[in-house]
């Protein structure tokens, strides 16, 4: 297996490129593999994986988790989709900077982001299906969510009038989040 990671404006954030093998039959690719993972600098141990399947027109996010700090290995199985992770580490340079791309399934690109950022999608096709390696498992009593419009991320959607859950339309602002008590918080340094 062949992995090439991109490096983006934000530290933390990459784009995987894993190795596919295609001829007349279809495509071969390791989606994930630890020892070659270890080797780029990746996470090489996943406990979660989860799968969700969005109508288009649909934006889940931002979301994060602070305990257990959760990163997350996105992929676009389904679709196109426009992925973003916005950096909500206190102390961070890039502080509420964020990094978005269009993924579609053919081209197997994947995301990482680590604990400390929040995350999205916009499905731009319908029936768009992701799915997350995630380094930590789910904990509803400490994870939150940032607005996915919030004005001061500027966060350039592919979409004007999103279908949104209740939970997403109401979540909180960057400037919320950051006012909260700071045991809450990621620091650069995590």
Not at 61 to 67: A, K, P, S, T
Not at 110 to 135: H, K, N
Not at 146 to 156: S, T, V
């Amino acid at each position: 297996m062949d992995v090439h990671v991109e490096s983006t404006p934000i530290d933390g954030v990459k784009v995987v490129r894993p190795q596919v093998h295609q001829d007349r039959r279809g495509f071969f690719l390791e989606a994930f593999r630890e020892d070659e993972y270890r080797k780029v600098g990746l996470p090489a141990r996943f406990v979660q994986v989860n799968h969700s399947r969005s109508a288009q027109g649909v934006v889940r996010g931002l979301h994060f988790q602070w305990d257990p700090p959760m990163g997350k290995l996105m992929r676009v199985l389904r679709g196109r989709a426009f992925l973003v992770a916005v950096d909500i580490r206190r102390g961070s340079p890039t502080l509420g900077e964020w990094f978005g791309t269009d993924v579609e399934e053919g081209e197997h690109r994947q995301i990482w982001a680590p604990a400390g950022f929040a995350r999205g999608f916009c499905a731009l096709s319908d029936g768009v299906e992701i799915e997350y390696l995630c380094t930590g498992t789910y904990n509803g009593e400490n994870e939150s969510g940032i607005l996915w419009n919030d004005p001061a991320l500027g966060i350039r959607w592919p979409i004007r009038d999103p279908i949104l859950s209740e939970r997403d339309t109401h979540a909180q602002t960057l400037e919320e989040w950051l006012a909260l008590p700071e045991s809450r918080h990621f620091r650069h340094s995590e």
